[in-house]
């Protein structure tokens, strides 16, 4: 069993910045790939960003392109997204989830195990 805990959300004006996290515990996190997802309400989970367990990233989310960066520190067993240039468009629950994957995937049906999700709202 994992264990994944979001962090990092909250209430950002267009145009700004947040950093998501996302602690592990209960198993080795670098024996896992990770990704962040996203839900707003009404609308299905979309991908937003995968990252191999060696670190190879899978960025094929047009809607956040040029903008997040996933990034993970095996030593803190911590997942972390970086958004910038926040559009209101990008409010929704933002969900971390682990892959027994080597490879970075945008499918959902491949992540085994999920966070409970942290809001994250922006303001126009």
């Known amino acids: 069993q994992v264990q994944l805990v979001e962090s990092g959300g909250g209430l950002v004006q267009a145009g700004g910045s947040l950093r998501l996290s996302c602690a592990a515990s209960?198993?080795?996190?670098?024996?896992?790939?990770m990704g962040w997802f996203r839900q707003a309400p009404g609308k299905e989970r979309e991908f937003v960003r995968g990252?191999?367990?060696?670190?190879?990233?899978?960025n094929n989310a047009d809607s956040v392109k040029g903008r997040f960066t996933i990034s993970r520190d095996n030593a803190k067993n911590t997942v972390y997204l970086q958004m910038n240039s926040l559009k209101p468009e990008d409010t929704a629950i933002y969900y971390c989830?682990?892959?027994?994957?080597?490879?970075?995937?945008?499918?959902?049906?491949?992540?085994?195990?999920w966070g409970q999700g942290t809001q994250v709202t922006v303001s126009s």
């Open positions: 989830a682990a892959a027994d994957k080597p490879l970075a995937t945008s499918r959902r049906y491949e992540y085994d195990y």
């Open positions: 209960g198993r080795t996190f670098s024996s896992y790939s």
């Open positions: 990252i191999s367990r060696s670190g190879g990233t899978t």
